[in-house]
């Protein structure tokens, strides 16, 4: 149920038809939003890298079991899972960026880095 939440309240942001006067997609997109959002993705890219690691030890470290604490992933993922679900999210996370009104964008971004 959570995820079908986020897919609607995404498909709504990116769905919206702006009336004559209304911001449009990626207005005022800066060099400066390039910067934060290539920040999200790095960060990103490595905890996806880890999570990965984790997987293939079957989530077995330093003498103790652990497990995912992504909701949308759920506690012991599949490698597959993992590599669908974080790009995904990596994809959705850029074009929510790119759908905020510029005063908003940054707040977004600095919440996910």
Known sequence: MK??????????????????????????????DTAYQAAFIAITTADWMQTRWMARQNWQWDGGCHKELNPFLGSHPSIKKIDTLIPLGMVAHTLVSMALPPNYRRIWQCVWI
Request: glycine share 0%; aromatic share 14%; proline share 3%.
């Open 3 to 32: 995820k079908l939440s986020l897919v609607i309240i995404v498909l709504f942001i990116l769905c919206i038809q702006p009336s004559a006067d209304a911001y449009t997609f990626a207005e005022n997109w800066t060099q400066k």
